[in-house]
């Protein structure tokens, strides 16, 4: 037995010891559970994309605001600075997208890069949308074109083997941060 390990009759609720650490992520289960997600395919259906250009950036995650477009941190990010740039119109399709949305939407994500360079040193990027349930869009009815950054070795076993994603900062501080390198255009 580990040293400093207790038998399950001293950790009441515990469950037998089997010599596993455990990483605790709370936060994770309203992703699982699927709250905040809309209840319809509308705006008015609790859409978060809709709901977020009306709150203060610091409270919806808003990174910089455009006319068309925003970008916002992912609250379920797959690396740190896990961005996605947004049209305030509530629209599930990139290609019902007009033309000033396409055009802020591809420089949004030109900046989005380019902060996250300058902040947070990223060599690389991962960059796309999912459209439509099939094609794995956790909100489907609003269009969000997803950038995540990349490092060299950030990719290691917590994801594949333990099932966690390790984040190394909180996501008000990598706001606050990419708002801070956010290009002006």
Same mark, same amino acid.
């Given at each position: ?5 207790? *038998?399950?009759? *001293? ?7 089997? &010599?596993? *650490?455990? %990483? @605790? ?10 709250? &905040?997600?809309?209840? +319809? #395919?509308?705006?008015? !259906?609790? /859409? #978060?994309? /809709? ?16 006319? =068309? ?16 740039? /947004? ?9 019902? %997208? ?6 802020? %939407? =591809? ?13 947070? +040193?990223?060599?690389?990027? &991962?960059? +796309? ?21 990349? @490092?060299?070795?950030?990719? &290691? ?9 390790? $984040?190394?900062?909180? $996501?008000? !501080?990598?706001?606050?941060? $990419?708002? +801070? =390198?956010?290009?002006?255009?």
């Amino acid at each position: 037995m580990l040293q400093g390990m207790q *038998e399950s009759s *001293e950790r009441p609720g515990a469950g037998d010891p089997d &010599n596993f *650490e455990r %990483l @605790w992520t709370p936060h994770r289960m309203a992703y699982i559970k699927g709250e &905040n997600k809309p209840h +319809g #395919p509308g705006p008015g !259906d609790g /859409c #978060p994309f /809709c709901t977020i250009p009306g709150m203060s950036d610091a409270d919806g995650l808003v990174v910089a605001r455009g006319s =068309a477009v925003f970008a916002v941190l992912n609250l379920y990010p797959y690396n740190s600075g896990h961005m996605m740039v /947004c049209p305030y119109r509530h629209v599930a399709d990139y290609a019902d %997208l007009d033309e000033a949305e396409t055009v802020e %939407l =591809a420089g949004f994500t030109k900046r989005a890069m380019a902060a996250l360079r300058k902040a947070s +040193g990223a060599q690389g990027f &991962n960059v +796309g949308m999912n459209l439509g349930h099939v094609a794995g869009a956790g909100i489907a009815g609003h269009l969000h074109q997803h950038i995540v950054p990349r @490092w060299g070795g950030d990719t &290691n076993f917590m994801p594949v083997v333990g099932r966690t994603k390790v $984040l190394p900062q909180l $996501l008000q !501080d990598t706001r606050a941060l $990419l708002a +801070g =390198a956010w290009p002006q255009g």
